[in-house]
C-alpha cells in the first residue's frame, strides 16, 4: 500500500496551545466496503478543528489524546475500491470524509450501494469549490429546518464559512431582508458579497435591537452560527413575536435564557439543526448527499458564489501557523485549504 503523510495535533502540556506536525503513514489495506483515496484538496472546519489548538485544555488528556487526527472532508481522486465499492471506478473524483492527509481510507460503510462518507463529484468545479458541499450540507439543513419564505426576515449570527452559506441560501430562498451579525468588519464585507443586505457589527452596536430596526419588529426566522453559546440570548432578542431562532454549528457549553416573558410569552420556536439522515423517507427527501447535489449544481451555474470565501490554498507546511491564527481570533482567514498535491 503507498504511503503518505498527514497532519497530527500534539497535546504540549495544559494551558499550552497545541502544535500541528506532519508525520509520515502507512495506508492500510482496504476492505471489501471501503475505498482508497489520493487526496488533491483538504478543508479545515474551524469551528470544529479550532479545539484541536486551543479547545482541549480542560479535558483529561489519555494517551490517545496524545496524538489526534484533525479533518473530515476531503475532494481526491480513487486509487483502489473494494469489492462491495465497484460503483468507484480508479480515477472517479470523489468527496470524502478524510482526515488531512495526502491519502485516506474511508470507513467501512454499512450501505455501500449508496454511501454517505464518499461521494462521486459530476460537476465541472474546482476542488475547492466541491470541499465546500461539506460546510454546504451542514448550512443547507439548517435553511431546511428553518423552513423559510420567500420575503422572510433573516438575520444570521456569525458569518464564518457555514454562516457566509447560511447567508447566501437565505438569499438564493427569497428570504428579505438577509442581516448579516458579527464582530469582524472583514466577515461582515464577505457577507455582502454571499447576499446580505444589511450588516451589524455586534462589537460596536447593540445587534438585537438593530434587527428590531431593520426588520420593523424582529426577525422572523434567526440563524445561531457562533460557537459562543450565550449569542442565543441575543437570537432570541433579535427575533419577531412567534419566530424562529434556528442553532447549527455545534456551539459547546450551556446557555441560560429567560423562559416566561423571553421564551413563552413571546412563542418562540428554537430548533436544532445538526446534520440529516443518510437515507430519504416519505417526510423527508433532503438526504446529505442530496444537498451536496444542489450546491455542486448552484456553483457550477454561478447560482451560489464561494470563490470569495476561500482565504487560503497552502502546503500543509504551513498548517501549524495557520491553526495557531484560527485559534488567536477570526482576523485574517477564511477558508483555509491544504494542497496535497506534488
Known amino acids: 500500500m503507498p504511503k503518505g ?7 504540549q502540556g495544559p494551558d499550552v496551545n497545541r502544535t500541528i506536525e506532519i508525520e509520515d503513514f502507512e495506508t492500510s489495506e482496504i476492505g471489501d466496503s471501503q475505498v482508497l483515496v489520493r487526496v488533491s484538496k483538504s478543508q479545515v472546519s474551524a469551528g470544529s478543528e479550532k479545539g484541536y489548538v486551543t479547545g482541549m485544555h480542560s479535558l483529561p488528556v489519555t ?9 473530515y472532508t476531503t475532494v481526491g481522486h480513487v486509487l483502489e475500491s473494494g469489492k462491495s465499492m465497484s460503483a468507484f471506478k480508479t480515477g472517479d473524483r470523489v468527496l470524502t470524509y478524510g482526515n488531512h492527509a495526502s491519502h485516506w481510507v474511508t470507513e467501512f460503510d454499512s450501505n455501500p450501494s449508496d454511501p454517505i462518507k464518499i461521494q462521486h463529484i ?19 439543513h439548517c435553511i431546511r429546518r428553518g423552513e423559510l419564505q420567500i420575503d422572510e426576515k433573516v438575520a444570521v449570527f456569525g458569518v464564518g464559512v457555514v454562516g457566509q452559506l447560511l447567508v447566501s441560501f ?38 438585537a435591537a438593530a434587527i428590531q430596526e431593520i426588520t420593523n419588529g424582529g426577525a422572523q426566522c434567526v440563524f445561531h452560527s457562533n460557537r459562543n453559546p450565550n449569542v442565543l440570548v441575543d437570537c432570541m432578542e433579535a ?7 434556528c442553532l447549527v454549528g455545534s456551539p459547546p457549553g450551556k446557555a441560560e435564557i429567560g423562559l416566561q416573558v423571553d421564551l413563552l410569552r413571546r412563542e418562540l420556536d428554537i430548533r436544532g439543526s445538526y446534520g440529516t439522515i443518510d437515507y430519504s423517507h416519505r417526510n423527508y427527501a433532503w438526504t446529505q448527499r442530496r444537498d451536496r447535489v444542489a450546491i455542486w449544481r448552484m456553483i457550477e ?14 502546503k500543509p507546511e504551513m498548517a501549524n501557523d495557520l491553526y495557531q491564527k ?17
Open 301 to 314: 451555474s454561478g447560482d451560489l458564489k464561494v470563490d470569495h470565501l476561500i482565504s487560503h490554498v497552502v
Open 326 to 342: 484560527i485559534g488567536e481570533g477570526t482576523s485574517g482567514w477564511m477558508g483555509i485549504f491544504f494542497d496535497w498535491t506534488e
Open 122 to 140: 459530476d460537476f465541472d468545479i474546482t476542488d475547492e469549490q466541491a470541499a465546500m458541499a461539506r460546510l454546504g450540507d451542514v448550512a443547507l
Open 239 to 245: 427575533a419577531a413575536m412567534r419566530g424562529k431562532v
Open 63 to 71: 494517551d490517545a489524546d496524545m496524538r489526534r487526527l484533525p479533518g
Open 5 to 11: 503523510k498527514r497532519l497530527v495535533s500534539v497535546y
Open 170 to 207: 437565505a438569499r438564493i430562498s427569497g428570504a428579505y431582508p438577509v442581516i448579516a451579525v458579527d464582530m469582524d468588519d472583514d466577515r461582515l464585507e464577505l457577507a455582502r458579497q454571499s447576499g446580505a443586505t444589511h450588516t451589524v457589527n455586534a462589537g460596536k452596536e447593540n445587534a
